[in-house]
């Protein structure tokens, strides 16, 4: 049974007079241990179904799971807490605030949830040791590279150890060596057995990270890969 677990997701945005259907009877597991690529063509819905996921998004019909909790049945703040508890994530533009320094950065989601700064700083610099960030905690972010930044971002989206990681297109700001560093940072950090991490790439220089690939087209699910089946392009 998947950590994450959507059940016959539709999804239609209005488009004038009428509603265009984006997702089809969506129906995925993801599981726990493992590092889920959810790949496709521009515009065949991953963002929509990852936003679902999450509870960012609701869908028109059909259910999100989630640890065993029917994340479509809560109510709005109790969502939000769910999420705030449970979900970690990392998008393709790092979203860092400009005027803190990486420890201060990383602290956001502890600082958020009530815990006191001091300690807040010190798990995130801890976090930041994990990610290879040790030596530049004190650092704002136009003092670090891409790659350095999106590693802050991880350690910002770990700190408060959330079951379910989400990256939309975490390395697509990245040149080819910064991406393969931050995906094994990745895979090293973040995928203890019990959590699950969910990355929505583009990239196939990234592909080899995956243990198992879900295939989208026009808003359906194709097929999914296990590893051993996957290939790098
Ligand atoms: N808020 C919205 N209102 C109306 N249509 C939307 C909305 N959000 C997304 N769409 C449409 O839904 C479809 C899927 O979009 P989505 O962003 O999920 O694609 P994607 O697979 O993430 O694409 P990309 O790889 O370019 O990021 C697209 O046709 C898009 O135009
Ligand atoms: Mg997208």
Do not use: W
């Not at 109510?75 to 994530?89: I, S």
């Amino acid at each position: 049974m998947g950590l994450v677990q959507t059940r016959n997701i539709v999804k239609d945005f209005p488009a004038g007079e009428t509603n265009v259907r984006v997702l089809h009877d969506v129906t995925v597991d993801v599981n726990a241990g493992e590092l889920t690529m959810l790949v496709g063509p521009s515009g065949c819905g991953k963002t929509t179904l990852l936003s679902i996921m999450t509870g960012i998004l609701t869908p028109s019909s059909g259910e999100v799971i989630i640890d065993g909790t029917n994340l479509t049945a809560l109510r709005d703040r109790e969502k939000v807490l769910f999420r705030r508890e449970r979900l970690g994530f990392v998008f393709q533009q790092f979203n860092l605030l400009p005027a803190l320094t990486a420890a201060e950065n990383a602290a956001v989601p502890l600082i958020a949830a009530g815990v006191p700064f001091e300690d807040a700083v010190a798990r995130a610099e801890a976090m930041l040791r994990d990610v290879g960030m040790g030596p530049h905690t004190a650092k704002k972010p136009n003092q670090l590279s891409g790659g350095q930044q999106q590693r802050v971002a991880f350690a910002r989206a770990l700190v408060h150890r959330p079951r379910v990681l989400v990256c939309d297109e975490p390395t697509s700001a990245l040149d080819a060596t910064s991406g393969q560093q931050v995906m094994e940072i990745l895979r090293a950090v973040a995928l203890q057995p019990d959590c699950a991490v969910i990355v929505v790439t583009h990239d196939n220089r990234i592909y080899h990270f995956a243990d198992r690939m879900i295939h989208m087209a026009d808003g359906r699910i194709e097929r999914t890969e296990a590893r051993g089946e996957i290939h790098d392009a």
